[in-house]
T-cell receptor, first 110, second 114 residues
Framework: RKEVEQDPGPFNVPEGATVAFNCTYS??????FFWYRQDCRKEPKLLMS???SGNEDGRFTAQLNRASQYISLLIRDSKLSDSATYLC???????????FGTGTRLQVFP | DTAVSQTPKYLVTQMGNDKSIKCEQN?????MYWYKQDSKKFLKIMFS???????INETVPNRFSPKSPDKAHLNLHINSLELGDSAVYFC?????????????FGAGTRLSVL
């Protein structure tokens, strides 16, 4: 089983749609969780951290379910500029090592 | 001002050659990393250094040798390049320990081995 698993997509959605991505992780002792965004031929950039209580940043909402080892990202009112690959990232326990999922590709069309 | 900068951006070379990639960060972070992103876009850590000390050393061929002259620099030297080394190599930095492990990435070096 992969340490961090994501549906690779692609998710093709129209502008204004709501889209949700899911991710599961295998190590229950993992400590920190993030969503990164990677545009084509660019470096990954932090989108948001993920907290157990759930957190929101504008149109983006992240949720963590530790019992199910499941992380989600919801994007509301999709924009063309949201087209990118979204990487689910987990910080392993007792280490500074980040483990990246393979990413979910989102394509927003007009 | 670029926070994490790596050079060169592109590197095309023949099999068997030796090459280096340089990385510098001006964020004042204590920890720096090297990642490899292969053709399937899977991003995997190779090494991390904290204040010039090697912390993470994943299963990487010993043809790859990181060098950290100071905490703001982490270079990657690759000997006897092979076709399978073709990938994008990303440098990153973060303020750990003592902070949340949010990593900032350089723009990447696209290595093509012919």
């Amino acid at each position: 089983r992969k340490e961090v698993e994501q549906d690779p997509g692609p998710f093709n959605v129209p502008e204004g749609a709501t889209v949700a991505f899911n991710c599961t992780y295998s190590n229950s002792a993992s400590q920190s969780f993030f969503w990164y965004r990677q545009d084509c031929r660019k470096e990954p950039k932090l989108l948001m951290s993920v907290y157990s209580s759930g957190n929101e940043d504008g149109r983006f909402t992240a949720q963590l379910n530790r019992a199910s080892q499941y992380i989600s990202l919801l994007i509301r009112d999709s924009k063309l500029s949201d087209s990118a690959t979204y990487l689910c990232v987990v910080n392993g326990p007792f280490t500074d090592k980040l483990i990246f999922g393979t990413g979910t590709r989102l394509q927003v069309f007009p | 001002d670029t926070a994490v900068s790596q050079t060169p951006k592109y590197l095309v070379t023949q099999m068997g050659n030796d090459k280096s990639i340089k990385c510098e960060q001006n964020l004042g972070h204590d920890t720096m990393y090297w990642y490899k992103q292969d053709s399937k876009k899977f991003l995997k850590i190779m090494f991390s250094y904290n204040n010039k000390e090697l912390i993470i050393n994943e299963t990487v061929p010993n043809r790859f040798s990181p060098k950290s002259p100071d905490k703001a620099h982490l270079n990657l030297h690759i000997n006897s390049l092979e076709l399978g080394d073709s990938a994008v190599y990303f440098c990153a930095s973060s303020q750990v320990p003592g902070g949340k492990n949010i990593q900032y990435f350089g723009a990447g070096t696209r290595l093509s081995v012919l």
